[in-house]
């Protein structure tokens, strides 16, 4: 299994609460991402990074921010939580340099914001 | 508007017979395509993938098909296991060297249960 610990398992917290959710890897892959699970929706990209300080975009990335001070952690807020963000977080590496590595990712993060 | 989407929500299979398990995608630039699978509590893990160049690809029992034209891929698994009931995501990129990370677009997932 990957070396991936995502930290914590499961937090419930009230509206306008800041959140922060962590991703540390024992890999050194280069790249991390976080993802979001809805009914409905499969797995959603908020943000990802291609390395230290590099970080971008992903699908969903309204009311998220992301920061990755070392390689092996990925940091993940949310300034100001909302119902909407209720969801399962998901955090995967890959170390590619091309496509057609697969993206490994830990056990999630259940969130619950009420 | 997804790009990719699994249209069965569910799939109830016999141990023993064929599991297939389809995707559909839009997006005429996907070029790699990935199948995971899901328990409860747990994250996603890899199961098989496919480049767009290919049509097959097999590993143990498990066979993905790709049909470019239709944007089209199946998923196989033959025999069916009790141990295969689970969640079963399709995903898709755009490929190529990546130098900025590799972009998954999933599926909303198809719920197998196997039953004994």
């Known amino acids: 299994d990957a070396g991936i610990t995502q930290s914590p398992r499961h937090k419930v917290t009230e509206t306008g609460t800041p959140v922060t959710l962590r991703c540390h890897q024992t890999?050194?892959?280069?790249?991390m991402y976080w993802y979001r699970q809805d009914p409905g929706h499969g797995l959603r990209l908020i943000h990802y990074?291609?390395?230290?300080?590099?970080?971008d975009k992903g699908e969903v990335s309204d009311g998220y921010s992301v920061s990755r001070s070392k390689t092996e952690d990925f940091l993940l807020t949310l300034e100001s939580a909302t119902s909407s963000q209720t969801s399962v977080y998901f955090c995967?590496?890959?170390?590619?340099?091309?496509?057609?590595?697969?993206?490994?990712f830990g056990d999630g993060t259940r969130l619950s914001i009420l | 508007d997804q790009q990719v989407k699994q249209n069965s929500p569910s799939l109830s299979v016999q141990e023993g017979r064929i599991s297939i398990l389809n995707c559909d995608y839009t997006n005429s630039m996907f070029d790699y395509f990935l199948w995971y699978k899901k328990y409860p509590a747990e994250g996603p893990t890899f199961l098989i993938s496919?480049?767009?160049?290919?049509d097959k690809n097999e590993d143990g029992r498990f066979t993905v098909f790709l049909n470019k034209s239709a944007k089209h891929l199946s998923l196989h698994i033959v025999p069916s296991q009790p141990g295969d009931s689970a969640v079963y995501f399709c995903a898709a990129s755009k490929g190529g060297i990546v130098a900025y990370g590799n972009k998954l677009v999933f599926g909303a997932g198809t719920i197998l249960r196997v039953k004994s």
């Open positions: 995967a590496i890959s170390s590619q340099i091309d496509s057609n590595q697969p993206q490994h």
């Open positions: 496919i480049s767009s160049i290919k």
């Open positions: 890999e050194n892959h280069r790249y």
């Open positions: 990074s291609y390395g230290v300080k590099d970080t």
